[in-house]
């Protein structure tokens, strides 16, 4: 078994108002071209995003509300997994926790992954958020944990495992864009751009193995409140789209998570 800790624990409020649309570029570009597509194409209808797996749980239990954010890009940069925990009640003397994602690789059954970070719920306070950092390559049945004193939470349902797969980015055709706005923005009219007259199957990717990982899920959105605050965190996307006055209002609410962007 293999374990990591790492994240780090945020105190506040259950959430932060975002505000704005999602529109101009910043981050790093693979081409200059694309920077101009990039701005016609998220003026359009918000729909979901279709670049992430993962998922968002929520259970109760043990006098707690606790959300798992697993959503991101199956690339091959860290994957976070952002945690809430929030009491039912408030809590009249500090609660100690440690949350924990556990990976198992269905080519690896005897070797498991483990990923921990302590949080401390401190009187009078309404949630407390972290995020779990998964290592590059994290594949396979991910399975999330609430511990107290070393053991589950009594009364926190059990949840069911997060299929997290991988796919190989095709360089310079399909590079993962992340999204900062109050919506999600549609990316179909980019999505068709980058994909005319690709043929995936004609490509050289090395073999039939590594060909089937091969994917052009791109694209995924976040509002401005949940983006990470440590740089690794974005190592999985090559681009990430955010208004100027988003930006400001990030760097004005949220210095490090500004920073982690820079």
């Not at 707690?64 to 959503?71: A, I, P, Q, W």
Request: hydrophobic share 45%; proline share 9%.
């Amino acid at each position: 078994m293999r374990r990591v800790t790492t994240g780090k624990t945020i105190l506040g409020p259950a959430a932060r108002p975002g505000a704005g649309r999602a529109g101009a570029v910043g981050g790093t570009a693979r081409r200059a071209a694309l920077r101009a597509a990039l701005i016609a194409a998220i003026g359009l209808a918000a729909v979901m995003a279709q670049g992430e797996s993962g998922r968002v749980d929520q259970v109760v239990g043990g006098n707690l509300r606790v959300t798992f954010d697993t959503l991101g890009f199956p690339s091959l940069g860290y994957r976070p997994i952002r945690v809430q925990v929030a009491p039912l009640v408030p809590l009249a003397a500090p609660r100690a926790l440690t949350v924990e994602a556990s990976v198992k690789s269905p080519e690896l059954p005897a070797s498991e992954l483990v990923v921990s970070q302590p949080v401390e719920l401190p009187p009078g306070a309404a949630a407390v958020e972290t995020t779990l950092s998964l290592p590059p390559g994290s594949v396979g049945q991910c399975v999330l944990n609430v511990l107290e004193n070393g053991q589950a939470v009594p009364g926190l349902p059990a949840r069911a495992a997060v299929p997290l797969d991988l796919e190989i980015g095709v360089p310079n055709l399909f590079p993962r864009v992340l999204a900062v706005g109050a919506s999600g923005p549609d990316f179909g009219e980019l999505a068709a751009a980058l994909s005319m007259g690709v043929n995936l199957a004609q490509m050289p990717f090395g073999g039939p193995r590594i060909g089937g990982m091969v994917g052009t899920r791109t694209f995924a959105w976040r509002p401005r409140s949940q983006l990470p605050r440590r740089w690794i965190d974005h190592s999985g996307a090559d681009l990430v789209c955010i208004t100027l006055a988003d930006l400001a209002a990030l760097r004005a609410e949220d210095r490090e998570a500004f920073e982690a962007l820079r």
